[in-house]
């Protein structure tokens, strides 16, 4: 079963960037599906972003237009780039791969959007 460790995480002032890494520990190239997910203290998880082995992506439309996934099969990674980062984008952000009906999660990452 594929490991995931995330990376990236962090403070920021409003208006900011940062871009999280989600390195697996074995070739992504065929998984099916990986994906971001955060959790903001006293709500629920959400998905933000989530991109297939044919590198078809989907966005959030709270995020649209400001977060990007990506991925490096060569890398064996998946990136998510956030610009114009806002107060509500503070959570964990949180890495899934899955193939069906195995999913694995990261351990997550802290990102604090703050002045």
């Known amino acids: 079963q594929v490991q995931l460790v995330e990376s990236g995480g962090g403070l920021v002032q409003p208006g900011g960037s940062l871009r999280l890494s989600c390195a697996a520990s074995r070739s992504i190239f065929n998984i099916y599906l990986m994906a971001w997910y955060r959790q903001a203290p006293g709500k629920q998880r959400e998905l933000v972003a989530r991109i297939s082995s044919s590198a078809i992506t989907y966005v959030a439309d709270s995020v649209k237009g400001r977060f990007t996934i990506s991925r490096d099969n060569t890398k064996n990674t998946v990136y998510l780039q956030m610009n114009s980062l806002k107060p509500e984008d503070t959570a964990v952000y949180s890495c899934?791969?899955?193939?069906?009906?195995?999913?694995?999660w990261g351990q997550g990452t802290q990102v604090t959007v703050s002045s």
């Open positions: 899934l791969a899955t193939n069906g009906p195995v999913v694995t």
